[in-house]
T-cell receptor, first 113, second 111 residues
Framework: GDSVTQMEGPVTLSEEAFLTINCTYT??????LFWYVQYPGEGLQLLLK?????DKGSNKGFEATYRKETTSFHLEKGSVQVSDSAVYFC????????????FGKGTLLTVNP | GAGVSQSPSNKVTEKGKDVELRCDPI?????LYWYRQSLGQGLEFLIY????????KSGLPSDRFSAERTGGSVSTLTIQRTQQEDSAVYLC?????????FGPGTRLLVL
């Protein structure tokens, strides 16, 4: 079945540091890939997505590239801010009949001033 | 508001009681999902509704869990005879295109 493996953390960085959160997946067919973010006390929000190989999703300075050859979708940001402190979830949707999301376990990021 | 809404935001109940959780999806979204977020299991798919089709119940953990969607809009997730392991945040999402939009969740605590 489908699965997502992501770096569990927690990850602690200083402001302006470079961020990478690794995500790899196993899926049948050609899934769509997503990063969701959950800020403290808030619900899940879509951060970015990519629907086919070599697509790059980007938003708020975050980027992730759909790499079919390595089945990966690593999240990166060049310079993190304190306000980026949150839990980040990598997810996939295989489409098919229901488009349900399969999530990784989440990575807690704390950015210190 | 234009987002997914859920109620109640928090629910505390006693073991053995029944609970009902409500979800109002984004207007016009025909696909609706329930997920559960718990410390031990992460985020798990529970059930999926699409229009008037039979729901996909493949993620429901036991027959104590059921859900319905009336009129293609509001959905209710019911947990009968709650157990302590049911304590979790229950998330509802509706889908536009390929993207699912999540509500704020209902935090359920079973004592």
């Amino acid at each position: 079945g489908d699965s997502v493996t992501q770096m569990e953390g927690p990850v602690t960085l200083s402001e302006e540091a470079f961020l990478t959160i690794n995500c790899t997946y196993t899926a049948t067919g050609y899934p769509s890939l997503f990063w969701y973010v959950q800020y403290p006390g808030e619900g899940l929000q879509l951060l970015l997505k990519a629907t086919k190989a070599d697509d790059k999703g980007s938003n708020k300075g975050f980027e992730a590239t759909y790499r079919k050859e390595t089945t990966s979708f690593h999240l990166e940001k060049g310079s993190v801010q304190v306000s980026d402190s949150a839990v980040y979830f990598c997810a996939l949707s295989s489409g098919g009949s229901n488009y349900k999301l399969t999530f990784g376990k989440g990575t807690l990021l704390t950015v210190n001033p | 508001g234009a987002g997914v809404s859920q109620s109640p935001s928090n629910k505390v109940t006693e073991k053995g009681k029944d609970v009902e959780l409500r979800c109002d999806p984004i207007s016009g979204h025909t696909a609706l999902y329930w997920y559960r977020q718990s410390l031990g299991q992460g985020l798990e798919f529970l059930i999926y509704f699409q229009g008037n089709s039979a729901p996909d119940k493949s993620g429901l953990p036991s027959d104590r869990f059921s859900a319905e969607r009336t009129g293609g809009s509001v959905s209710t997730l019911t947990i009968q005879r709650t157990q302590q392991e049911d304590s979790a945040v229950y998330l509802c999402a509706s889908r536009g295109g390929e993207t699912q939009y999540f509500g704020p969740g209902t935090r359920l605590l079973v004592l």
